[in-house]
């Protein structure tokens, strides 16, 4: 089961306030480890090709080990089953954006000293797990 993480202005990932995709773009732009994709292209368990086009498809270059897909659409950005390294670029993104980090159960992720979004992670990961 997949669990997304959303990049977003507004109160809530699911009704959020405008955020254009020029924006977006125009951060692509100027960021060194983000680049435009327009294209996803894999291959599923079953051995199905699978390919997604979309004006919003972006990869963050910059994780340590994995290619990170991010798809920028109605107003958010949004990537799945995000690691800790990938919440962590999140939130340090969030704010130059003037966005906010919110996971699809609700809970928000931020730098503040009062949250640690380890534990918030380690949570829905500790429920996903249980459910399967």
Do not use: C, K
Not at 78 to 90: G, R, S, Y
Not at 97 to 108: I, M, P
Request: charged residues 30%.
């Amino acid at each position: 089961m997949a669990y997304d993480l959303h990049l977003f202005r507004g109160d809530d990932w699911s009704d959020p306030e405008p955020f254009s995709i020029e924006e977006w773009e125009e951060f692509v732009a100027a960021t060194s480890d983000v680049r435009r994709t327009g294209l996803v292209e894999t291959t599923s368990p079953t051995g199905e090709a699978i390919r997604m086009e979309d004006r919003g498809l972006t990869e963050w270059t910059g994780h340590s080990s994995r290619q990170i897909i991010l798809l920028f659409r109605n107003n958010r950005m949004t990537v799945t089953n995000p690691d800790d390294e990938t919440i962590a670029w999140l939130i340090s993104i969030a704010n130059p954006l003037r966005a906010r980090v919110q996971g699809d159960e609700g809970e928000f992720y931020s730098d503040d000293s009062d949250t640690d979004f380890r534990v918030a992670a380690r949570g829905w990961l500790h429920r996903l797990r249980r459910r399967t």
